[in-house]
């Protein structure tokens, strides 16, 4: 009789952690470490706040080897798996052997650094270090090329990352951002990583020539300064030449009107790369990405860039 009660409550136990593991939306939870094959959603424990994000696991992709990781972040009022679909940096993923992981911020926002109610409270940043430690630990990721990219909120954010964790960073991408008063100074270390900065000189949403944030989908907050005063900020913190190479790329794609110029400035002998690609005629939007709020809104998208533009950037530069 006792060994019978026992197994039963070993069954009930073991049905219990199936129902953790595995919620009614099919969320997985952390008791299964290693991230499967293509697309899946997982659960992340940091303190008492459960965060969640978006993974895409290249099919077939060789385990036995250290792979690049590509943390993908979206704009105010998006979500991880809304991001992947809105960059399809997935297909990229695929054709390059890397594994794009897509967080989710509370409240469909990043804390990057300006006085937005609710939000301030949320270590955004100790929560994006503790996953990529746990990321790299469980599946075979390479330590030295883990990357960034963000678009809007989720830019600002990647620069509050670059700023505060660039140890964990091989390389930054930032889209639509700039640079706002509460990041101007807020870093603590003399550590640096390479960046890329990408404009569009006709964002309606923030201005490329400085001034407050017009957010049409979660409302502005803030300020942000002028692309030239954010890339003068960039170049001084990576220790960079002062004198960028600057050069009008010759049109890819026959009827978009938008036109792309690229600065690259050299690092000194301890410094970190920083390049500028502004999109001229260009919009609030993801180079080669859809439409996805009328023009007047958020501006025009640019199909002289891809994300292949952004990987050329990210794939020779290691920690």
């Given at each position: 009789?006792?060994?019978?009660?026992?197994?039963?409550?070993?069954?009930?136990?073991?049905?219990?952690?199936?129902?953790?593991?595995?919620?009614?939306?099919?969320?997985?939870?952390?008791?299964?470490?290693?991230?499967?094959?293509?697309d899946?959603?997982?659960?992340?424990?940091?303190?008492?706040?459960?965060?969640?994000?978006f993974?895409?696991?290249?099919?077939?992709?060789?385990?036995?080897?250290?792979?690049?990781?590509?943390?993908?972040?979206?704009?105010?009022?998006?979500?991880?798996?809304?991001?992947?679909?809105?960059?399809?940096?997935?297909?990229?993923?695929?054709?390059?052997?890397?594994?794009?992981?897509y967080?989710?911020?509370?409240?469909?926002?990043?804390?990057?650094?300006?006085?937005?109610?609710?939000?301030?409270?949320?270590?955004?940043?100790?929560?994006?270090?503790?996953?990529?430690?746990?990321?790299?630990?469980?599946?075979?990721?390479?330590?030295?090329?883990?990357?960034?990219?963000?678009?809007?909120?989720?830019?600002?954010?990647?620069?509050?990352?670059?700023?505060?964790?660039?140890?964990?960073?091989?390389?930054?991408?930032?889209?639509?951002a700039?640079?706002?008063?509460?990041?101007?100074?807020?870093?603590?270390?003399?550590?640096?990583?390479?960046?890329?900065l990408?404009?569009?000189?006709?964002?309606?949403?923030?201005?490329?020539?400085?001034?407050?944030?017009?957010?049409?989908?979660?409302?502005?907050?803030?300020?942000?300064?002028?692309?030239?005063?954010?890339?003068?900020?960039?170049?001084?913190?990576?220790?960079?030449?002062?004198d960028?190479?600057?050069?009008?790329?010759?049109?890819?794609?026959?009827?978009?009107?938008?036109?792309?110029?690229?600065?690259?400035?050299?690092?000194?002998?301890?410094?970190?790369?920083?390049?500028?690609l502004?999109?001229?005629?260009?919009g609030?939007?993801?180079?080669?990405?859809?439409?996805?709020?009328?023009?007047?809104?958020?501006?025009?998208?640019?199909?002289?860039?891809?994300?292949?533009?952004?990987?050329?950037?990210?794939?020779?530069?290691?920690?």
């Open positions: 009789m006792f060994r019978r009660i026992c197994l039963y409550a070993s069954a009930l136990l073991v049905a219990f952690a199936l129902v953790l593991a595995i919620d009614a939306k099919g969320i997985c939870q952390e008791k299964k470490k290693v991230l499967p094959d293509g899946s959603t997982h659960l992340f424990w940091l303190d008492t706040n459960e965060r969640s994000y993974a895409h696991v290249p099919p077939g992709l060789n385990r036995s080897k250290k792979v690049p990781l590509v943390l993908l972040f979206h704009g105010g009022g998006a979500q991880g798996e809304g991001m992947s679909k809105l960059t399809k940096f997935n297909d990229l993923a695929d054709k390059k052997g890397f594994i794009a992981i967080p989710d911020g509370l409240e469909k926002r990043w804390n990057d650094g300006r006085e937005i109610p609710g939000l301030m409270q949320y270590d955004d940043v100790e929560f994006i270090k503790s996953l990529i430690d746990k990321l790299v630990k469980n599946n075979n990721i390479d330590e030295k090329r883990v990357y960034a990219v963000g678009i809007s909120n989720g830019g600002l954010f990647v620069e509050k990352l670059a700023l505060e964790i660039p140890e964990k960073l091989a390389a930054a991408a930032v889209l639509g700039g640079l706002t008063e509460e990041l101007y100074g807020d870093y603590t270390t003399d550590k640096m990583t390479n960046l890329l990408i404009f569009g000189a006709n964002d309606p949403v923030v201005p490329f020539r400085g001034g407050k944030f017009n957010d049409p989908i979660m409302g502005g907050k803030g300020k942000v300064y002028a692309a030239a005063q954010c890339i003068s900020f960039w170049i001084g913190r990576n220790d960079c030449a002062s960028g190479d600057t050069e009008s790329l010759e049109p890819k794609v026959a009827g978009d009107q938008t036109r792309i110029r690229k600065t690259v400035y050299e690092p000194n002998k301890n410094g970190k790369a920083v390049e500028i502004v999109i001229d005629g260009g609030h939007t993801w180079p080669s990405g859809p439409q996805y709020l009328p023009e007047k809104k958020i501006g025009l998208v640019t199909h002289q860039l891809s994300n292949e533009d952004i990987w050329d950037f990210f794939q020779n530069k290691h920690l």
